[in-house]
């Protein structure tokens, strides 16, 4: 056998799952891995060069986010 390993994406895992596992069983042998929670656990710390510069970078991003909505919103009614 060949082994080929590849990373995807949560929304299309059940997927290719399923297409794996309907496939003969003594042609294929499925290992499957997740990843941890801690692997994708975002970071609460600023780094390079936003380092020292903001306190909280998802509070930072969520405030821009809001802001452009806002202005987004505000172009619309005009």
Same mark, same amino acid.
């Given at each position: +056998?060949?082994?080929? &390993? ?10 290719? +799952?399923?297409? *794996?596992? $309907? %496939?003969?069983? $003594? *042609? ?5 891995? &997740?990843? &941890?929670? %801690? =692997?994708?656990?975002?970071? &609460?710390?600023?780094?390079?060069? *936003? ?6 970078? *998802? #509070? ?5 986010? #809001?802001? =452009?909505?806002?202005?987004?919103? #505000? =172009?619309?009614?005009?």
């Amino acid at each position: +056998m060949q082994q080929i &390993t590849i990373n995807v994406n949560p929304s299309i895992y059940e997927h290719i +799952m399923f297409f *794996l596992q $309907n %496939l003969p069983k $003594n *042609l294929v042998d499925i290992q499957s891995q &997740t990843e &941890t929670s %801690l =692997s994708h656990k975002p970071s &609460t710390k600023a780094f390079g060069i *936003l380092n020292g510069k903001i306190k909280d970078p *998802l #509070e930072w991003q969520r405030e821009i986010r #809001e802001e =452009s909505d806002r202005d987004i919103y #505000e =172009s619309f009614k005009r």
